[in-house]
């Protein structure tokens, strides 16, 4: 995965580009595109470790959303979109809490491949929170909330989409799980 250290260099040229959602990108499609198709990416999976104070949580009490963690021999299934290039200029936005935009080779289901762009939110970022174990993840999720809405949503909505991608995320389901096991016992 490279670097897209210039942010503003996929607005330059007109041609659509690939767009990678692992994510919201994959459930809350608040943006035109010309085609999405089912894709995984390669050396990745998805994790519950990044803070969330701008839509799942505030600054002072963040959520919990997903990012990608490096790991040798994971594939992390999502959704590619192509968009025009104009369109970064709205997903920059949304995906600014500590996100930053990588290009990476996208694998589609037939097994054809192209570049696209991902957003990931690395160690490094101010809103970075690491790993918990899962049923601390849900219980965390279970309180949190931000101007996007309740980051239980988020969890479920998430859940769902895998579920519909055929997707067997082990991490998101478990995270489900204690987060309806904590709603049954009513903490
Ligand atoms: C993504 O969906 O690809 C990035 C993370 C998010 O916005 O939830």
């Known amino acids: 995965m490279s670097a897209g250290q ?3 260099g996929p607005t330059e040229s007109g041609t659509p580009l690939w767009v990678f959602g692992y994510g919201s990108l994959i459930y809350k499609v608040d943006f035109p ?15 519950f470790w990044q803070g969330s104070h701008d839509h799942r949580g505030t600054r ?40 930053m935009r990588f290009t990476t080779d996208l694998i589609f ?4 491949s192209a570049t696209g762009w991902v957003y990931v939110a690395s160690r490094e970022n101010q809103a970075f929170l690491g790993p918990a174990t899962e ?20 969890l479920l909505r998430l859940a769902q989409a895998l579920r ?5 995320d082990a991490h998101v389901f478990a995270v489900e799980r204690h987060l309806r096991e904590l709603e049954r016992a009513g903490r």
């Open 6 to 8: 210039n942010r503003k």
């Open 33 to 47: 595109f010309v085609e999405c198709r089912a894709a995984k990416i390669r050396g990745w999976r998805r994790r």
């Open 60 to 99: 002072d009490a963040p959520g919990r959303v997903v990012t990608l963690i490096p790991c040798k021999g994971a594939e992390c299934h999502g959704m590619a979109y192509l968009v025009a290039p104009g369109v970064f200029d709205h997903l920059d936005v949304r995906e600014k809490n500590g996100y």
């Open 109 to 112: 289901r037939d097994g054809q």
């Open 135 to 154: 049923r601390e993840i849900a219980r965390h999720i279970a309180t949190s909330a931000g101007p996007s809405g309740s980051n239980r949503d988020y």
């Open 164 to 168: 519909e991608l055929g997707d067997d």
